[in-house]
Nanobody, 130 residues
Framework: QVQLVESGGGLVQAGGSLRLSCAAS????????????MGWFRQAPGKEREFVAA???????YYADSVKGRFTISRDNAKNTVYLQMNSLSPEDSAVYYC????????????????????WGQGTQVTVSS
């Protein structure tokens, strides 16, 4: 079993920055954190959960068009932690942000499809005021 705990959310003014963290613990039978693809998703009230960013086990990164150039995903395998640095935030970025782990995908890949991820955190609220 893998447990994911997000932190770093909060209230920020438009144009500001936040860094989200997601700490992983536990492991699957055959793989450890460094081999998981990790993703960030978000869900605003009344909207579907949407892909934000993902990073593969080999640190290939993928971004939604809406955050490209503003958000950066990274991972520290020594700390079993994945980060999401969010800059130039706008009210449209307000949502609950979820961290997710895909423990079955190949090392060099990560997907934007939330159904592929098999472990999820509880989420952290990000609110951007105008």
């Amino acid at each position: 079993q893998v447990q994911l705990v997000e932190s770093g959310g909060g209230l920020v003014q438009a144009g500001g920055s936040l860094r989200l963290s997601c700490a992983a613990s536990g492991r699957t039978f055959s793989r450890t954190f460094s081999s998981y693809a990790m993703g960030w998703f978000r869900q605003a009230p009344g909207k579907e959960r949407e892909f934000v960013a993902a990073i593969s086990g080999t640190k290939n990164t993928y971004y939604a068009d809406s955050v490209k150039g503003r958000f950066t995903i990274s991972r520290d395998n020594a700390k079993n932690t994945v980060y999401l640095q969010m800059n130039s935030l706008s009210p449209e970025d307000s949502a609950v942000y979820y961290c997710a782990a895909d423990t079955t995908i190949s090392l060099d890949k990560a997907t934007m499809y939330y159904s592929q991820y098999d472990y999820w955190g509880q989420g952290t609220q990000v609110t951007v005021s105008s």
